[in-house]
């Protein structure tokens, strides 16, 4: 069975950083690629960013140089450096398993999805 668990939210002041981790547990589990999602009340789950196998990232535009999607392998984790932090980043963070056209779109699998971990940035 595939788990994953995110972990490394909190409470921050704007400008400042966090780093999500997500942990992927479950044997021969080699998604094609993974991404991060956040979701405030009352609406869906956005895209931040995803990764492909072959390390390609892909950004919503209101995060791009601000936040960094990494993945290790040997651990099976999943990373997101979150610097410069806003007040409008402030939501719930979810990790998944996909798939991607080549690193253009990503297609999350609803089977995989972990659990969330909130993140607060206060003004």
């Known amino acids: 069975q595939v788990r994953l668990v995110e972990s490394g939210g909190g409470l921050v002041q704007a400008g400042g950083s966090l780093r999500l981790s997500c942990a992927v547990s479950?044997?021969?589990?080699?998604?094609?690629?993974m991404g991060w999602y956040r979701q405030t009340p009352g609406n869906q789950r956005e895209l931040v960013a995803f990764?492909?196998?072959?390390?390609?990232?892909n950004y919503r535009d209101s995060v791009k140089a601000r936040f960094n999607i990494s993945r290790d392998s040997a651990k099976n984790t999943l990373y997101l450096q979150m610097n410069s932090l806003k007040p409008e980043d402030t939501a719930v963070y979810y990790c998944?398993?996909?798939?991607?056209?080549?690193?253009?779109?990503?297609?999350?699998?609803?089977?995989?999805w972990g659990q969330g971990t909130q993140v607060t940035v206060s003004s």
């Open positions: 998944n398993a996909g798939n991607t056209d080549y690193g253009v779109r990503y297609y999350p699998l609803d089977a995989y």
């Open positions: 479950g044997s021969m589990f080699s998604p094609d690629a």
């Open positions: 990764i492909t196998r072959g390390g390609r990232t």
